[in-house]
């Protein structure tokens, strides 16, 4: 171990007396304050970097500088110095202003402009059938508008809500191209889908004002229009075009981030589901999107888990209990225990427990 040397007191108060009587006149400025006193206190001009003039106001600035850090004077204006003087902290709370508190929000609100949800009103969608409903019905939306309005497509889809299940004609068959993953959408006659993409641009367009007066006029909660938006919704179901020409709508590219974006957006309205930034990365075909956005909940306990398994619970062999299995299961199983129960009453012996006790309830 290393010895410290000891220092006598009187060292210690001689060395603290000489620190303190000697005047600290340096003083730090930054190089960008620098900058900025140094050019506010020169008048603007036009001449050369190198002229006579220039060199003048440098050694200017430069004289101001070793004053200044010789503590003599400063490098800023008087009447920022003087206002700095004005300041008086607050020794109190009255007259401060309140900011992010229950009061502050309450004294925010303005009758004439009620709040309006961005997403879905009631509880975010768990069915899955439901989620994957509402998820073709989105990429439905996006890509009709799209190719109805290729330029403005956009725009016209960035200030809807949620739909109504009238507005998609029955008979839309939904599937991609095996070569270059696009969507490939058929409905029943060409008829049908002018209507379609006429019908929804109005939707777009009116939806949310009609929503707003409906919902006023007949004086319905807003839980219960969304709730019997939920209903009529429904009774509509895709049919999935998967044949020899076509493959499935999992496989449906979604490598355009605008369209990416619109759909995850309009599927956020209809399920109330968010897709976290890794997963909208992630998300580039309509199957790795189903995925981010329906998990099935994993069960509590491993006996659920084993047993949800078929193949594990189809193994002759093997049986999965919920419960510990003890030698009193195995022996009732067979038959046995009622016979060793009653051998064990005989005798005097008793068959679970200690004698004179009670299993739980304490001493008899």
């Given at each position: ?11 210690i ?23 900025h006193?140094s ?36 490098m ?11 300041f ?27 709040f ?27 890509f ?7 330029d403005?497509w ?13 507005l ?10 095996p ?8 409905f ?18 009116s939806?949310s ?20 938006t939920?209903?009529s ?22 490598e ?19 897709l ?10 309509a199957?790795?999107m189903?995925n ?8 509590k ?27 009193v299961?195995?022996?009732r ?32």
């Open positions: 171990m290393r010895r410290i040397p000891k220092i006598y007191e009187p060292v108060d001689a060395a603290i007396g000489r620190i303190a009587g000697q005047r600290h006149v340096s003083k730090y400025v930054c190089k960008r304050c620098l900058r006193g050019s506010s206190q020169l008048p603007p001009t036009s001449t050369a970097r190198f002229s006579t003039s220039a060199a003048s106001s440098a050694a200017l600035g430069m004289d101001k500088f070793s004053s200044a850090m010789k503590g003599e004077t400063s800023f204006d008087g009447k920022a110095e003087q206002n700095e003087t004005d008086k902290p607050a020794e109190t709370w009255e007259g401060l202003e309140w900011v992010g508190t229950r009061q502050w929000y309450e004294q925010q609100k303005r009758p004439s402009k009620p309006q949800g961005y997403g879905r009103i009631t509880a975010p969608l768990k069915d899955r059938i439901k989620i994957r409903d509402e998820l073709l019905k989105a990429i439905v939306e996006v009709t508008i799209k190719k109805a309005a290729p403005a956009k725009t016209r889809l960035r200030q809807a809500t949620v739909d109504d299940a009238e998609f004609p029955r008979g839309i068959r939904i599937g991609s191209d070569h270059t993953k696009e969507l490939v959408l058929e029943e006659n060409g008829e049908v889908e002018k209507q379609f993409s006429d019908h929804l641009q109005r939707t777009i367009n939806e004002q009609r929503a707003r007066e409906e919902i006023s006029d007949t004086g319905s909660s807003t839980a219960e229009a969304a709730q019997a939920q209903s919704s429904e009774d509509f179901a895709f049919a999935d075009l998967r044949s020899e020409s076509y493959g499935k709508w999992s496989s449906i590219s979604l355009d981030l605008g369209v990416r974006f619109a759909i995850a957006r309009r599927v956020q309205q209809r399920t109330g589901i968010r976290t930034d890794p997963q909208f990365t992630h998300a580039t075909t199957g790795a189903f981010h956005l329906w998990k099935p909940e994993k069960p306990k491993l006996a659920e888990r084993l047993m949800s398994n078929e193949e594990l619970a189809n193994l002759p062999n093997v049986k999965i209990a919920d419960h510990r299995i003890t030698f299961h195995r022996e199983e067979v038959g046995r225990w009622k016979v060793i129960e009653e051998e064990l009453n005989e005798r005097g012996i008793p068959a679970l427990g200690t004698p004179g006790f009670k299993k739980r309830s304490g001493k008899v």
